[in-house]
């Protein structure tokens, strides 16, 4: 509705046809014609002068809702038909007004002009006010009625608007929060997979190394060849698991499935440290590649703390299943460790974050003479 361009075609139209309209009625006298010419033109004149400036500056609102006012009022004087520019007067009130006080005020305002002037063109009779005053009290109430539903609706459409940006900026939010959420988890990701893969294989090969240097001291050149040969071994895995997860994205593949890979993860760790291990797994129910990961990458963090820590002889890994979960079991008869001992980094708490991604669940059991961590996770429910 705030369009000037509009409101400068209806206001010369209205111009035009109330002009028009004085020169086709008969035995009007010239001095109405003239009359009613000249509040016209005061009418237009102010319109395209002030008016078209009253969206922008309070002076020339008020200043040309005067004059409409007047001008409306003073052309109605000279003949009873120039009260049709309400039409277009009314509904410049509401447009330029900007509080809906001032908007009743100025339409009560423009109403009693153009009675007072419908009474005096009818003849200052009784009969002619109570005329003039029905038709102006029937014109502001339909202005004031239409007005007001047509603001409400404005209002409405202003608070739809206000509600949409709200929701979009919200949705803004809601989709970076989603997106920094997004970083972090893959972050400690891509962090629980380098832990688990690559610095698990790096501390192995620094062990190794250490090894081999004890036997060059010592003159075992046959020792060191071995250890070199495991080092070669142990640095090709490395580099597979590490274009793996590069080139995936995700986490290592395990080849030929969890039972094999449990095998190759005690062989390895068995070359490496000279520990014995022992695998048990039998009637393992199917399990999803998430759960499968999960639980290798378990049984590597256990093996480290055990290489760290636990001064082993033996090791014991052993999977079972029930049907609804799967169980592995990785015991060692070192020296346990202390409560709170290795909750930090990526250890038990590793652990148990990793499971939980799974639904799994983690058990500790400590003492003197060894540690046992038991493993859980939910099996693949056949269809």
């Known amino acids: 509705m705030e369009n000037p361009k509009w409101w400068h075609v209806a206001v010369g139209v209205v111009t035009v046809v109330l002009t028009v309209m004085l020169f086709f009625i008969e035995n009007l006298s010239p001095v109405r014609i003239v009359g009613a010419l000249a509040a016209l033109a005061v009418f237009a004149v102010s319109w395209y002068t002030i008016g078209r400036l009253a969206w922008t500056r309070r002076w020339a609102a008020v200043a040309f809702l005067v004059i409409m006012i007047v001008s409306a009022g003073v052309a109605a004087s000279f003949y009873p038909a120039m009260a049709v520019?309400?039409?277009?007067?009314?509904?410049?009130?509401?447009?330029?007004?900007?509080?809906?006080?001032?908007?009743?005020?100025?339409?009560?305002?423009l109403a009693l002009s153009v009675g007072i002037g419908l009474a005096i063109s009818f003849g200052l009779t009784p009969e002619s006010a109570l005329q003039a005053a029905f038709t102006a009290a029937l014109s502001l109430g339909f202005s004031i009625a239409l007005g007001l539903w047509i603001t409400r609706i404005f209002d409405l459409a202003a608070e739809r608007q206000e509600l949409i940006d709200d929701l979009r900026a919200a949705q803004g939010q809601l989709a970076a929060m989603h997106r920094d959420a997004g970083v972090t988890s893959e972050r400690e990701r891509l962090s629980r997979e380098l832990h688990d893969t690559i610095a698990q294989s790096l501390t192995g090969l620094v062990m190794l190394v250490q090894g081999a240097r004890r036997?060059?001291?010592?003159?075992?050149?046959?020792?060191?060849?071995?250890?070199?040969?495991?080092?070669?071994?142990?640095?090709?895995?490395?580099?597979?698991?590490?274009?793996?997860?590069?080139?995936?994205?995700?986490?290592?593949?395990?080849?030929?499935g969890f039972v094999p890979a449990l095998h190759r993860l005690a062989e390895r760790f068995e070359r490496e440290t000279g520990v014995t291990v022992s695998v048990a797994?039998?009637?393992?129910?199917?399990?999803?590649?998430?759960?499968?990961?999960?639980?290798?990458?378990?049984?590597?963090?256990?093996?480290?703390?055990?290489?760290?820590?636990?001064?082993?002889?033996?090791?014991?890994?052993?999977?079972?299943?029930?049907?609804?979960?799967?169980?592995?079991?990785?015991?060692?008869?070192?020296?346990?460790?202390?409560?709170?001992?290795?909750?930090?980094?990526?250890?038990?708490?590793?652990?148990?974050?990793?499971?939980?991604?799974?639904?799994?669940?983690?058990?500790?059991?400590?003492?003197?003479?060894?540690?046992?961590?038991?493993?859980?996770?939910?099996a693949v429910v056949p269809a």
């Open 215 to 256: 036997d060059l001291d010592a003159g075992d050149s046959e020792a060191a060849k071995a250890a070199l040969a495991m080092i070669e071994e142990n640095t090709r895995e490395t580099l597979v698991e590490t274009r793996s997860l590069v080139a995936s994205g995700a986490a290592v593949e395990v080849p030929g």
């Open 281 to 378: 797994a039998s009637d393992i129910p199917a399990l999803d590649r998430g759960s499968e990961v999960v639980l290798l990458r378990c049984t590597q963090e256990a093996l480290a703390n055990i290489r760290k820590h636990a001064k082993a002889g033996t090791v014991t890994l052993t999977a079972t299943g029930n049907g609804r979960d799967v169980e592995l079991r990785v015991a060692d008869d070192g020296v346990g460790f202390r409560d709170g001992q290795n909750s930090g980094g990526f250890g038990l708490a590793g652990m148990r974050e990793r499971l939980a991604l799974v639904d799994g669940s983690l058990d500790v059991e400590t003492s003197d003479d060894g540690t046992v961590l038991t493993a859980r996770v939910p």
């Open 85 to 109: 520019i309400q039409c277009v007067a009314f509904p410049l009130v509401w447009v330029i007004t900007r509080e809906l006080r001032d908007a009743i005020l100025a339409n009560i305002a």
